[in-house]
């Protein structure tokens, strides 16, 4: 059995196994949203795992601020454009990490990256996974975020709890998918990244 095939069939995640699965060799395959324009800006994220000792791993999300132009009040990752001076997605999600919520960049164990994710509002995201220890202090921007917390890990995970659904827009049915957590819908972008973690660790490199 290989070694990403024993993370996903764990129990429970641990950081060992995912520094393992993360280790092993993969190929970049983009994916992709439906309708995806032919021109994309270059943009990252960081998908933060906490590293709870009694809780285990739980997943950090922010609720953008809903007086927000692009994507108000809904559940997304730290993150943003790539600006020029960064020298890799990874430096991206770091430097908006820690503009977003307060999150120093040193306290940040990045593992490795995800495949690209291709919106369809035109953004290239890379998704950037790093494991966050606690204790830490997070000071949110106002601005931007309205409320940062925290999900399980193993419930994101759960295929049971990656619903499929469907939105008419601009005369197109687009397909999506979600994963409601309580008060939070966590769908679009953010949940299709959380979909592609779930394939990172269940399928085998090619």
Not at 10 to 32: I, M, S, T
Not at 91 to 119: C, F, K, M, Q, W
Not at 126 to 154: N, R
Request: glycine fraction near 6%; charged fraction near 25%; proline fraction near 9%.
């Amino acid at each position: 059995m290989s070694q990403n095939k024993k993370v996903a069939k764990q129990a429970a995640y641990d950081v060992e196994l995912l520094r393992q699965c993360f280790a092993l060799p993969r190929v970049n395959v983009p994916v992709r949203d439906e309708f995806v324009p032919d021109q994309l800006r270059p943009a990252a994220v960081l998908l933060p795992i906490v590293d709870r000792a009694e809780a285990g791993l739980n997943v950090l999300l922010t609720r953008r601020a809903d007086h927000l132009h692009h994507h108000p009040g809904q559940i997304s990752f730290p993150g943003g454009r790539r600006e020029a001076e960064d020298g890799s997605p990874t430096i991206t999600a770091l430097r908006e990490t820690e503009e977003e919520i307060g999150l120093p960049r040193s306290r940040v164990e990045v593992l490795g990256e995800l495949p690209d994710y291709h919106t369809g509002t035109g953004f290239c995201i890379t998704p950037i996974v790093g494991v966050i220890k606690p204790p830490f202090d997070l000071v949110p921007d106002s601005f931007e975020v309205a409320e940062v917390f925290e999900v399980p890990l193993e419930f994101l995970l759960n295929p049971m709890n990656h619903q499929r659904h469907s939105m008419t827009r601009e005369g197109r049915v687009r397909n999506y998918y979600a994963m409601p957590y309580g008060s939070y819908y966590i769908w679009g972008a953010t949940a299709g990244i959380i979909l592609s973690l779930w394939r990172f660790l269940n399928e085998s490199p090619h």
